[in-house]
DNA sequence: GTCGTGAACGACATATACTATGTAGTATA
């Protein structure tokens, strides 16, 4: 993502948030198109900067003030209005609205007849007892509010979670809650089952007949810190881990209407509403039903209310309000990646840091029902890599084991490539053009500028025995940042050499990421969907490759492991330059 | 604020739960 996307962003999420406390109610129209605009910036991919102020009000949401705005930003680095609502609303005051159970209109009020400036002055008004005199403040609030404020300055804000932390801590608490009895059901949705690839709260849906057995045992459980809220069908709870659980109880019979609420996005969840109302009905988190009637029209399933309203069903991970709706009224939705014929980016125990034998990887991928398993330990470069001899050992073992299975699996002899900080990759051509398949990645020397990491990954995508870039960024959600890149060049030499880039299904990586795979889903290059596997119970990460390509609406036509294994072996085996694309 | 229709102006508009207080704010998708 450039700066320049990200600036805009910022300027029209602060916009918002200010323009909120300005107006001092439910958000006005106003608020609402700037946070249109903000979504419809987040989901272009291409450059800001470079745009004219009329490309910018092509931009469904971006009119002529939103567009002048941007300008401004770019050209001066600041925005005149913005800066008039800061000074209005000082840094100090807007921290209040961190506190949870404070809104814009407590702030304001705490403002006004208090003279509450920041969280010294809400400290000391809470010390002299001076909030239960307010109007809507009593001693109950003044409690809560000190509580509250003691956690943040304690802990600060509760922060986005990676989801490699949110999905296994989801699932512990999933697990402990399908076994209460009476729960026939019992999943995660919101930002996690969209897949977004950080969350900032876990939202579990149950369905039960009782709820009383599964909010007394969800706030029982040993991982739970605090309770924020208890009610008779739904109840939030912070975790040990400082990540704040939604669990929401309904009946089996309006499952279906639930998990469409629940999953979101919140934008998606408005547009079926207005769908709904065109049609004379109403869509709440329990049904869809008919408003003169008040007869249910569809609740049980999401696919019967999706069908209901005259669309497709809409996978979760396209419900970003991204165009999904219009395109499945037209049953034009992108399609699934579907079943897998291969992987390409698969370590064993021949690697330092993998840990499953060959034999036990291959009998894995038989059962997945694969086509074709490339075999990639790491080269010498990496700390974790192994030399010549040893991988010829294994490409002997390799050869043998093929020879044992007959035609049901091919099996390839690859290696992991290490991309040194110059572009040098392990050993020299001729040892690495006896490999099937070789995956160069970039390991180290993240420190690197621009210019110098796309040299080294395009130095390597020329090499003729590179057939793909692992992980092209070498980005840690949560941790290490994306390497800088210069992604057009980058996609127009993988074009150009018949180069191949993975989409990397471990999930602190997940890389190319979204972003990246928007980017380059019109440039004609292809992607190919890996597990990077060290285990046998890994190569099911694949299928979170698959779904981070779907969420970037990538065509499976792009991507060749979900093609026919026949095609797909075909394709592996005709020489690098006959993939290659004239630009 | 944007957008569509017709060239200035109206339309846009989700639905619900929980909490503390006594009607409304805050929060969630």
């Known amino acids: 993502m450039s700066d320049t996307k990200q600036d805009v962003l910022d300027m029209l999420r602060e916009l918002a948030e200010l323009t909120t406390l300005d107006e001092g109610g439910a958000p006005s129209f106003r608020v609402r198109a700037y946070e249109n605009a903000s979504q419809a910036i987040a989901s272009q991919a291409t450059d800001l900067g470079r745009l004219s102020r009329k490309d910018l009000q092509k931009i469904s949401g971006i009119g002529k003030s939103t567009a002048d705005k941007i300008l401004e930003l770019v050209d001066t680095g600041r925005v005149q209005k913005l800066e008039v609502l800061r000074e209005k609303y000082p840094r100090q005051l807007r921290t209040l609205l961190r506190i949870q159970g404070l809104g814009p209109k407590a702030v304001l009020r705490l403002r006004a007849e208090l003279g509450v400036a920041g969280i010294e002055d809400l400290r000391r008004a809470l010390t002299l007892k001076q909030l239960r005199g307010l109007k809507g403040f009593g001693e109950k609030s003044e409690e809560k509010l000190g509580q509250a404020l003691t956690r943040l300055e304690e802990q600060g804000p509760l922060e986005r979670s990676p989801l490699s932390v949110a999905l296994p801590h989801a699932e512990r608490v999933l697990a402990e809650l399908r076994a209460v009895p009476g729960v026939s059901s019992a999943a995660h949705c919101g930002s996690l089952r969209r897949f977004q690839e950080t969350v900032g709260d876990i939202d579990l849906l149950i369905a039960a007949r009782a709820a009383g057995p599964v909010m007394e045992a969800l706030v029982s459980l040993n991982l739970v810190e605090r309770v924020l809220a208890r009610g008779d069908t739904k109840t939030s709870v912070v975790t040990k881990?400082?990540?704040?659980?939604?669990?929401?109880?309904?009946?089996?019979?309006?499952?279906?209407?639930?998990?469409?609420?629940?999953?979101?996005?919140?934008?998606?969840?408005?547009k079926l509403r207005q769908r709904a109302l065109a049609r004379g009905w109403t869509l709440n988190e329990y049904a869809l039903?008919?408003?003169?009637?008040g007869k249910v029209v569809a609740s049980e399933s999401e696919a019967e209310i999706y069908e209901a309203l005259g669309l497709v069903f809409v996978p979760p991970v396209l419900r970003e309000d991204t165009g999904e709706i219009e395109a499945a009224a037209v049953r034009e939705l992108p399609r699934p990646m579907g079943p897998l014929s291969g992987d390409f980016h698969v370590h064993t125990s021949v690697s330092g840091d993998g840990r499953s034998p060959l034999e036990e990887m291959v009998s894995a991928a038989r059962e997945r029902g694969y086509g074709v398993?490339?075999?990639?330990?790491?080269?010498?470069?990496?700390?974790?890599?192994?030399?010549?001899?040893?991988?010829?050992?294994?490409?002997?073992?390799i050869r043998a084991l093929q020879n044992e299975l007959g035609g049901s699996l091919r099996l390839l002899h690859g290696v992991e490539l290490n991309i040194g900080p110059s572009g040098e990759l392990d050993y020299d051509l001729e040892f690495r053009r006896s490999f099937d398949w070789c995956v160069a990645s970039v390991h180290s020397h993240f420190e690197l500028d621009a210019a110098a990491q796309t040299a080294r990954v395009v130095q390597a995508m020329r090499d003729p025995s590179v057939?793909?870039?692992?992980?092209?960024?070498?980005?840690?959600?949560?941790?290490?940042?994306?390497?800088?890149?210069?992604?057009?060049?980058v996609f127009q030499v993988a074009r150009a050499t018949g180069t191949v880039l993975e989409v990397n299904g471990a999930l602190p990586r997940l890389d190319c990421s979204v972003d990246v795979l928007r980017q380059a889903r019109e440039q004609g290059v292809h992607f190919m969907l890996t597990s990077d596997a060290h285990h046998t119970r890994e190569l099911a990460l694949v299928e979170f490759a698959a779904l981070n390509a779907e969420r970037a609406w990538v065509d499976p036509s792009r991507v060749p492991n979900t093609w026919p294994a026949e095609q797909l072996s075909a394709w592996v085996m005709a020489p690098k330059a006959s993939h290659a694309t004239q630009v």
């Open 241 to 270: 881990r400082g990540i704040q659980v939604d669990v929401r109880v309904v009946v089996p019979e309006q499952l279906g209407a639930a998990m469409i609420y629940f999953t979101g996005s919140k934008s998606h969840n408005i």
């Open 373 to 397: 398993l490339t075999i990639t330990d790491h080269a010498e470069g990496t700390l974790s890599g192994v030399d010549r001899a040893t991988l010829l050992e294994q490409r002997a073992r």
């Open 467 to 489: 057939r793909m870039i692992g992980h092209l960024t070498a980005r840690m959600i949560g941790g290490r940042p994306p390497i800088p890149l210069d992604l057009n060049e």
């Open 289 to 293: 039903t008919d408003s003169a009637s």
